[in-house]
């Protein structure tokens, strides 16, 4: 698992602990590899949260090294039992932050703007939309994470801060005048 060794995950509740046993119990009985089952929960018990704010299952596939296409159905059945949510994202193609977070594909707008490099991102390409899936709040709650462009015209730090970007904007005058902005 990547992320931040000096970060230790909070021990889950016994109640929590069950419900991921009876959800992992569930996929295999539907017929779900057990590895990917396993590697999946066990991700989710042991992971830092913000490994786990956004579950790419294409990179967790290369990282685990266990198929895609088997990871991405598990993941779906998952999403039905309760352990996971999944959202469409669409991404800035500069600083690959995400815009927009819709339940499903028809609130996607044609377009949507990403503050933080000062550009309009067209929606009609497959490659500006990202399938992102979350573990459910029930499961482990997750702040929301905004990043924070590390290629904008202003040229700010790339970090990871849990303000929205009305509270940013408010917080942090511009980086021109300050020379950098770097998020809480």
């Known amino acids: 698992m990547h992320g931040n060794p000096r970060r230790k995950s909070s021990r889950l509740s016994d109640d929590i602990q069950q419900r991921i046993q009876t959800i992992r119990d569930a996929l295999v009985e539907k017929k779900f590899d057990p590895r ?3 590697t999946l929960c066990k991700h989710i018990q042991k992971s830092d949260l913000t490994d786990l704010y ?3 299952m294409k990179a967790l596939a290369t990282e685990w090294d266990l198929s895609y296409r088997d990871i991405l159905e598990t993941s779906l059945e998952a999403t039905r039992l309760g ?3 999944l959202s469409w994202d669409v991404l800035c193609p500069h600083c ?3 815009r927009i ?3 499903n594909l028809a609130e996607i707008p044609e377009s949507a703007n990403c503050e933080a490099c000062d550009l309009f991102v067209s929606t009609n390409q497959k490659e500006k939309i990202e399938l992102t899936f979350h573990v459910h709040p029930a499961i482990r ?3 929301e994470y905004r990043l924070l462009c590390s290629g904008s015209r202003q040229q700010t730090t790339r970090s990871i801060s849990t303000a929205s970007p009305s ?4 917080k942090y005058r511009s980086p021109a005048a300050s020379g950098s902005l ?3």
Do not use: C, H, S
Request: hydrophobic share 45%.
């Open 54 to 56: 956004r579950l790419r």
């Open 36 to 38: 990917i089952v396993d």
């Open 83 to 85: 352990l996971l949510t």
């Open 101 to 103: 977070e819709a339940k």
């Open 141 to 143: 709650k997750n702040k």
């Open 167 to 170: 509270q940013w904007r408010a």
């Open 182 to 184: 770097l998020a809480p």
């Open 96 to 98: 690959r932050g995400v």
